[in-house]
């Protein structure tokens, strides 16, 4: 079955980094876009970044674009987050997303505080 499990979140301070791991299985990994969503408390999802089957496409939200970069790994079914200059607006749940089918992962925990 698909499976997306994320990884990497923490407590970090502003202006730190941190990298988010999303490791896939279950379809054919290679072939398929991959999105990485964030929703914070009281607030809906918004899209944060996404990345195209062979990672020579990706698109950002403006709150993110010069921070934030996403990268892939066919051999390793996994995405990145790379995710630099944290501020505490960026406190929030991540998750990475197939869009087909609609398959979410379980989500990791980002917060960003001094």
């Known amino acids: 079955q698909v499976q997306l499990v994320e990884s990497g979140g923490g407590l970090v301070q502003p202006g730190g980094s941190l990298r988010l791991s999303c490791a896939a299985s279950?379809?054919?990994?290679?072939?398929?876009?991959i999105m990485w969503y964030r929703q914070a408390p009281g607030k809906g999802r918004e899209l944060v970044a996404g990345i195209d089957s062979y990672g020579g496409s990706t698109n950002y939200a403006d709150f993110v674009k010069g921070r934030f970069t996403i990268s892939r790994d066919n051999a390793k079914n996994t995405v990145y987050l790379q995710m630099n200059s944290l501020k505490p607006e960026d406190t929030a749940v991540y998750y990475c997303?197939?869009?087909?089918?609609?398959?979410w992962g379980q989500g990791t925990q980002v917060t960003v505080a001094s």
């Open positions: 997303t197939r869009p087909i089918g609609n398959y």
């Open positions: 279950g379809f054919t990994f290679r072939t398929e876009r």
